[in-house]
């Protein structure tokens, strides 16, 4: 992965493509007013003017940092989920009620942006396919997930460059650390540190995660539940044709060159 610092000014031919679920929820849930009527009767209001202007903000602020873009996208996840059909419980932790505006806030920025939301498929999924389809674009996501995804990345703070190898690397320590906010597991143990050093030291390669697995305890499955409970999508992974991704599978030598 390689820091770089991406041109200011008017920029012609990229687009800005924006993980904008996490901006919508924040601004939208900032302008929320709990009125307590007492007796256990709580009314929530929202201002949606307020929440609308939130999120300008935050897109001006990001198309600022680089300059001026002629096309920038938005990127929201799916109400349905093709994770949970891997994992029932999938993020089941996360299933909180949307703030009030949310969907008015999103269908207001549908007459000002292009927002691309694809069935079943969770914002990240949508733009690692959208930005491997077309390349050189940039992606503006403060999610570590998207390192998985070759090109141009700004994490909010910094910008830089992934390269294939590096995104499958990623991947394959995401895959052994798990990731508690998502709800998988990893390797009991193993963080994102130790995960990097066990490839560094076996080698990356499906072998060197399997066997951590079962060093464990765990199974060939419970290695390939983590595996693509990990994976964001790239085109690869997605059948354009019937709309719908394709399970990441490792071949039995599977490994990345290094």
């Not at 396919?129 to 070759?150: E, F, L, R």
Request: with cysteine.
């Amino acid at each position: 992965m390689k820091a770089v610092s991406l041109m200011v000014g008017r920029t012609f031919g990229m687009k800005l493509l924006i993980d904008a679920d996490f901006t919508v929820y924040k601004c939208c849930a900032a302008s929320e007013t709990e009125i307590d009527f007492g007796d256990d009767v709580v009314v929530v209001t929202s201002k949606f003017t307020e929440a609308y202007a939130c999120v300008m903000r935050e897109i001006k602020r990001i198309e600022n940092h680089f300059g001026s873009f002629d096309d920038i996208i938005l990127f929201f996840s799916s109400p349905d989920n093709f994770r949970k059909k891997i994992q029932p419980d999938y993020k089941g932790h996360r299933n909180r009620k949307k703030p009030c505006a949310y969907k008015r806030v999103i269908n207001k920025l549908k007459t000002e942006f292009e927002v691309i939301t694809m069935p079943t498929l969770e914002a990240d999924d949508a733009m690692g396919i959208y930005a491997t389809k077309h390349t050189g674009n940039i992606i503006v996501s403060p999610d570590k997930d998207m390192k998985q995804i070759p090109g141009m990345v700004y994490n909010l703070e910094d910008s830089f460059t992934i390269t294939k190898e590096e995104g499958a690397k990623w991947h394959l320590v995401q895959s052994a650390a798990g990731d508690n906010t998502d709800g998988y597991a990893g390797i009991p143990g193993i963080g994102i540190k130790r995960a990097t050093k066990l490839f560094e030291d076996n080698g990356w390669s499906w072998k060197t995660l399997l066997d951590a697995f079962v060093d464990k305890g765990l199974t060939e499955e419970d290695a390939l539940t983590n595996a693509r409970l990990a994976k964001i999508l790239t085109t690869e992974d997605y059948d354009h044709e019937k709309g719908e991704p394709i399970l990441w599978s490792p071949s039995a030598d599977y490994c990345i060159n290094t």
